[in-house]
């Protein structure tokens, strides 16, 4: 029986804010011309109370040993804050400048569909979170039979605020 290879690494969020880990994936080379270069993937996590705080536990279950590229996001009311970290070892680095973004709520009358493409191994470049509980919106996967691909639809309610982000190669 084999045993699952993995590293964990823990945060504290202050009070008021709630922080979520995506693992940044390169896709492979013989599939780069259909889908796009990166893939996120939300890490699992635990959580602990400690007095007022609240500790949590990030899970790699598949360290690469060139390191994990990491896009940390934590939010508060009203902003994000958005840093970048690498898993290396059993260290993890965070850059020492984080940026901060502050979105607004995108209104329509009407209920909103995003799609999106899925790469062979049914990840997916965008992510889309409610920033007030942080969970990411689950697409309804389905396979689209004039492309030949598995396909993503996110039903984003009217008159309510999301995040999405996407990691993009710079020019």
């Given at each position: 029986?084999?045993?699952?290879?993995?590293?964990?690494?823990?945060?504290?969020?202050?009070?008021?804010?709630?922080?979520?880990?995506?693992?940044v994936n390169k896709t492979e080379k013989e599939n780069l011309n259909k889908y796009p270069k990166y893939t996120v993937e939300r890490l699992k996590?635990?959580?602990?109370?400690?007095?007022?705080?609240?500790?949590?536990?990030?899970?790699?279950?598949?360290?690469?040993?060139?390191?994990?590229?990491?896009?940390?996001?934590?939010?508060?009311?009203?902003?994000?804050?958005i840093n970048s970290g690498l898993l290396i070892g059993d260290e993890v680095r965070i850059s020492k400048?984080?940026?901060?973004?502050?979105?607004?709520?995108?209104?329509?009358?009407?209920?909103?569909?995003?799609?999106?493409?899925?790469?062979?191994?049914?990840?997916?470049?965008?992510?889309?979170?409610?920033?007030?509980?942080?969970?990411?919106?689950?697409?309804?996967?389905?396979?689209?039979?004039?492309?030949?691909?598995?396909?993503?639809?996110?039903?984003?309610?009217?008159?309510?605020?999301?995040?999405?982000?996407?990691?993009?190669?710079?020019?």
């Open positions: 029986m084999g045993s699952i290879q993995g590293k964990h690494f823990s945060i504290t969020d202050p009070k008021g804010v709630n922080t979520v880990i995506y693992q996590t635990s959580e602990e109370i400690v007095g007022d705080l609240n500790k949590k536990t990030f899970y790699v279950d598949e360290p690469n040993k060139n390191g994990n590229k990491l896009v940390i996001l934590s939010f508060a009311t009203n902003r994000v804050v400048k984080p940026s901060q973004y502050k979105f607004d709520t995108l209104y329509s009358e009407e209920t909103e569909y995003k799609e999106f493409n899925y790469t062979p191994n049914l990840k997916r470049a965008i992510s889309i979170i409610d920033p007030e509980t942080t969970e990411e919106i689950k697409p309804r996967l389905y396979y689209d039979e004039k492309t030949n691909e598995v396909k993503g639809k996110c039903k984003l309610r009217p008159y309510k605020s999301y995040f999405a982000f996407e990691i993009r190669e710079e020019d």
